[in-house]
């Protein structure tokens, strides 16, 4: 993250294109949590346990 604020500060363009691959990375990683949330969402509904009292 310092690495990347500084290159913009600087406009050191190839230690941000550098960088593209984790930023690739890090977007799918998010990605899988939020689809893995979403899965786990569906699971309860199933079972009639998401908005559950004690899950609140």
Do not use: F
């Amino acid at each position: 993250m310092a690495a990347s604020h500084n290159a913009v500060a600087t406009g050191d363009v190839e230690t941000l294109a550098a960088q593209a691959g984790q930023l690739e990375t890090a977007r799918a990683a998010l990605q899988n949590a939020m689809d893995n949330t979403d899965m786990l969402t569906n699971m309860l509904k199933s079972v009639g346990l998401y908005g559950a009292p004690a899950l609140r």
